[in-house]
């Protein structure tokens, strides 16, 4: 059995920063693309950004400069730098990863998500 999860979500002032990570534990055989989504009160859910194993990053327009996304594939685990931000920052952050795990299909796999809260 797969599960991501995640931490350090919570509240900061406007132009402050948070890092999230998020770790992939359980038996899992490979680890392709690995990212972050985001969902506001009253809003569809968004990627944020996304990062393949070694392959290129891709960000929303709206973070691209401020968000910095990695991974440690030894440690199974994705972080998002978040700098400068914002009051439409705000949402529940979620990590997602598509993993095949062992005895298993290739899945798309999703955190319990971490609130993220910018409010002076």
């Known amino acids: 059995q797969v599960q991501l999860v995640e931490s350090g979500g919570g509240l900061v002032q406007p132009g402050g920063s948070l890092r999230l990570s998020c770790a992939a534990s359980g038996s899992i055989r490979t680890i392709a693309t690995m990212g972050w989504y985001r969902q506001a009160p009253g809003k569809q859910r968004e990627l944020v950004a996304g990062?393949?194993?070694?392959?290129?990053?891709t960000y929303a327009d709206s973070v691209k400069g401020r968000f910095t996304i990695s991974r440690d594939n030894a440690q199974n685990t994705v972080y998002l730098q978040m700098n400068s931000l914002k009051p439409e920052d705000t949402a529940v952050y979620y990590c997602?990863?598509?993993?095949?795990?062992?005895?298993?299909?290739?899945?798309?796999?999703w955190g319990q998500g971490t609130q993220v809260t910018v409010s002076s």
């Open positions: 990062i393949p194993y070694g392959g290129r990053k």
């Open positions: 997602s990863a598509l993993i095949t795990a062992v005895q298993a299909p290739l899945k798309d796999y």
